[in-house]
């Protein structure tokens, strides 16, 4: 079975700091995809990045980062320089490689950035 | 930029009455969901569908119903509303893979009295 872990229920910050949410996933499978949402508080998920388990390089996107450890099973998202249009709810989720069974989510990180 | 759309995105109703939420997509994705969100909190897949005349239930027990009729059109239908239905109803669809990227609608809000 699939499971997706999020620890952090619940994370504050000051601006401009940084933010690491975590995300540790299980599965057995060797290939799979691992996805980062974010939902501010119009409701609306939006999609952030996805990664095959064949890549393991991190990612940058601007201010976001992503570090993906298969020795680890996880899928780590970082906000450096944190801005007040941070604040979210931040959903990692993992997808069997066939995608014949649907995206499995973790149950998210709420982040509070305080200016 | 996703083009999935959902209607009516708040609603307020009275308990007994049969409502339908709408979503339609229009990027030919063959794969489309439905999730039940208390605001900020954990997602819930309560319905989905792979394919034209294919529903399946999701994990969370609903007392909703679904069809899948067209592609690109995938209704959420409640015969009963009451107030525990009161939440925030998502509709996502995707592509068949899964390297495909799930996109999401804006959200139906509904409140039942």
């Known amino acids: 079975a699939q499971k997706v872990t999020q620890a952090q229920t619940e994370i504050s910050v000051v601006e401009k700091e940084d933010v690491t949410l975590d995300c540790v996933y299980e599965?057995?499978?060797?290939?799979?995809?691992l996805f980062w949402y974010k939902q501010p508080p119009s409701g609306e998920l939006v999609f952030l990045i996805r990664?095959?388990?064949?890549?393991?390089q991190n990612e940058i996107s601007g201010r976001y980062s992503w570090n993906f450890q298969k020795s680890t099973s996880s899928f780590n998202f970082t906000i450096t320089a944190s801005q007040v249009v941070d604040s979210a709810v931040y959903f990692c989720?993992?997808?069997?490689?066939?995608?014949?069974?649907?995206?499995?989510f973790g149950k998210g990180t709420r982040l509070s950035v305080i200016a | 930029e996703a083009d999935i759309y959902q209607t009516p995105r708040y609603l307020v109703i009275g308990t007994g009455k049969k409502i339908t939420l709408e979503c339609s997509q229009t990027?030919?994705?063959?794969?489309m969901y439905w999730y039940q969100q208390d605001p900020g909190m954990e997602l819930h897949l309560i319905h989905y569908?792979?394919?034209?005349?294919?529903?399946e239930k999701g994990d969370l027990s609903s007392e909703s119903t679904v069809s899948r009729i067209r592609t690109e059109h995938f209704p959420l239908t409640l015969e009963s509303a009451r107030p525990s239905h009161t939440s925030q109803y998502l509709c996502?669809?995707?592509?068949?893979?899964?390297?495909?990227?799930?996109?999401f609608g804006p959200g139906t809000r509904l409140t039942v009295l």
């Open positions: 996502a669809s995707s592509a068949a893979g899964g390297w495909d990227t799930q996109y």
């Open positions: 599965t057995r499978d060797t290939t799979y995809y």
């Open positions: 990664r095959n388990s064949f890549d393991e």
């Open positions: 989720a993992l997808n069997h490689f066939s995608g014949n069974t649907p995206l499995v």
């Open positions: 990027m030919g994705h063959d794969k």
């Open positions: 569908s792979y394919g034209v005349n294919s529903t």
